[in-house]
């Protein structure tokens, strides 16, 4: 299924997408996409609704980021080699983990701030991992029961307040709206290889990203598990997987968004993005 939240900002019901692309109202079965809702029980009850007999919605609502009430975003850093590469930094031993706040999230197509005082607002691609039963010390075999879906993530990322600030990575990446969620939340059973997705991006029409999720580290399995071991994993939790090469940081020169620019983005069977940034 690819589920959905619809409407206005901290309004948003619970819809999901037909098969002839149509947006139904989801919200005579669940309360909203997250939680509760994304258990295995929950979502194989949904899977018997017949979704044409649910009311229709605007095709031009609103898209709000597809999971509500997101406990944790968890993101890996430098999870691509080539990408660590044109950062200049060493390649992983093992995973490297930070988090989002969850004001920064924000739906696919909401504008993207940058702060005050900015200088290198960059942005990234990545595959989002949504949680969907509880996971602490799972083993790799194990851990993709665990997933509810995937989605496309926007880390968006202020490299200034990240690498020139001192202390953790936190503060480049935690401003609001720096977490682009959707536009759908797909299902796992409908996803065959979260390992060969290709994901772009592309700023004001210029493609700057172009990778496959084949050239991952660490791959989804290794990444529930490993994050696993160190806090609980919750339904409704995201994993934001890191991104391939291409990122502005890694231009040379650098390159940098800027008020007024448009990123559109995408994953294979994933969707697409697409933000305006303005000035916070």
Excluded at 31 to 47: F, K, M, V, Y
Excluded at 183 to 200: F, G, I, K, R
Excluded at 225 to 251: A, C, K
Aim: net charge negative; glycine share 12%.
């Amino acid at each position: 299924m690819k589920l959905l939240r619809v409407g206005p900002q901290g309004h948003e019901k619970p819809a999901a997408l037909d098969a002839n692309g149509t947006l139904r109202d989801l919200s005579a079965h669940v309360a909203d996409i997250g939680g509760a809702a994304l258990t295995p029980a929950s979502l194989d009850a949904l899977r018997t609704v017949d979704l044409t007999t649910l009311p229709e919605l605007a095709a031009d609502s609103r898209i709000g980021a597809c999971v509500g009430a997101v406990g944790k975003i968890i993101c890996v850093g430098l999870n691509y080699s080539d990408h660590a590469i044109e950062s200049g930094m060493a390649i992983p031993s093992e995973p490297v983990l930070f988090l989002k706040p969850t004001s920064a999230l924000c739906g696919p197509y909401d504008d993207v701030e940058i702060p005050r005082g900015a200088e290198k607002t960059d942005w990234e691609v990545e595959l989002g991992i949504v949680i969907g039963k509880t996971a602490k010390y799972v083993s790799e075999a194990d851990a993709l029961d665990h997933v509810a879906g995937y989605c496309v993530v926007n880390d968006v990322s202020e490299r200034a307040f990240q690498l020139e600030r001192g202390g953790q990575w936190d503060k480049g990446k935690a401003h609001d709206t720096f977490a682009p969620l959707g536009p759908w939340l797909v299902t796992a059973d409908e996803v065959a290889d979260p390992q060969d997705l290709s994901l772009w991006l592309e700023v004001d029409g210029h493609r700057y990203q172009d990778g496959s999720t084949r050239t991952m580290i660490f791959g989804v399995a290794h990444l529930v598990s490993y994050i696993s071991q160190f806090m609980s994993l919750q339904p409704g939790d995201v994993i934001s997987t890191g991104t391939p090469p291409g990122v502005g940081f890694g231009q040379r020169p650098q390159v940098y968004l800027r008020a007024g620019q448009v990123m559109t983005l995408g994953i294979s069977g994933l969707g697409e993005q697409r933000q305006r940034t303005v000035a916070a």
